[in-house]
């Protein structure tokens, strides 16, 4: 069943839409996140400029914003000097933010009836500390036992934060996602959604089927959504048939605008076509999911376009 932050989306309106690429605003700001902590370097400086980008979705459509944890963890943070206690409050810190943003929102919105938005707390994979693209791939030549002593910590700190949901993102392997299944089942009742990068129209980045992922996702009852982001939009149809064909757990998708990312440069490159993503989420919707938006290069405005169109929509109930 979707949790109740995601229940009350669904059965006021029929959806739920996601932010952007939280890294994708903060460049448009001007910031540089050419640095292994990506988003969370700024998370460092600047933390007003991420509950400016946090504003910018809420006030672009988003129902839901996610917190500038998804490279910030314990490993990562030593790595730049600073102990475990303060990394915690770096961390429940980025909650924070994101938590004032949508009540600085509500305070001052002149929108009646607009359900509270969501906060989603951002758990990166293992492949995002690495920082050479191993999201993409998801070969990372350790094991489950090592892959839980890296997100135990993180995890339950998030799971004890006032955010709504975890949102366990841009995972390259079904191995990774069973992993923070069991810490999450470890932690608190947060509910969790999990979403993946994908190869192609049927397979994780890592090879593993997309029919499989539904499966575990129907079988595993901490799963409160099943979905796949940071991946082409023009492979996302196929993937949401593949998902709802296997399993009843609402289906989000929040893809990239397509190209290569350089793990060196920390950028992407320019994709073929930029998708209308007004049309596109449209497509969504009627392919099945009930969670859509953005990830790396689709910001605001693409947002405001998505909102634009699903407020056209006939009104939809999911039906478990």
Known sequence: MPSA???????????????????????????????????????????????????????AGADCVT???????FQ?????????A???????????LAVQARDRFRARSTRGGRIRPLVAASIGPYGAFLADGSEYR???????????????????LLAESPADVLACETLPSLDEARVLAALAREADEKPAWYSFT????????????????????????????VGVNCTDAALVPDLIGALVAGTRKPVIVYPNAGGTWDADAKRWG????IPDWGEACRRWIAAGAVGVGGCC????????????????????????
């Open 86 to 96: 303060r990394a915690g409050e770096v961390m429940r810190g980025a909650v924070d």
């Open 270 to 273: 320019r994709g073929e076509e």
């Open 76 to 84: 990562g943070l030593a790595a730049r000097g600073i102990d475990g």
């Open 5 to 59: 932050g995601f229940s009350a989306y669904l059965a006021q309106q029929g959806f739920i839409l996601l932010d952007g690429g939280l890294a994708t605003e903060l460049e448009r700001r001007g910031h540089d996140l050419n640095d292994p902590l990506w988003s969370a370097k700024v998370l460092l400086e600047d933390p007003g400029a991420i509950l400016a980008a946090h504003l910018a979705y809420l006030e």
């Open 198 to 225: 994908c190869r192609d129209e049927g397979h994780l980045s890592d090879g593993t089927p997309v029919r499989e992922v539904a499966g575990w996702a129907e079988g595993t009852a901490c799963v409160t959504a």
């Open 297 to 320: 290069r689709v910001g605001p405005d693409d947002i405001r376009r998505m909102r634009a169109v699903l407020g056209r929509l006939p009104h939809r109930v999911r039906k478990d």
């Open 138 to 156: 998801g070969k990372y030549g350790i094991g489950a036992s090592d892959l839980a002593a890296f997100h135990r910590r993180r995890l339950h």
């Open 67 to 73: 917190t500038a944890t998804y490279q910030a963890t």
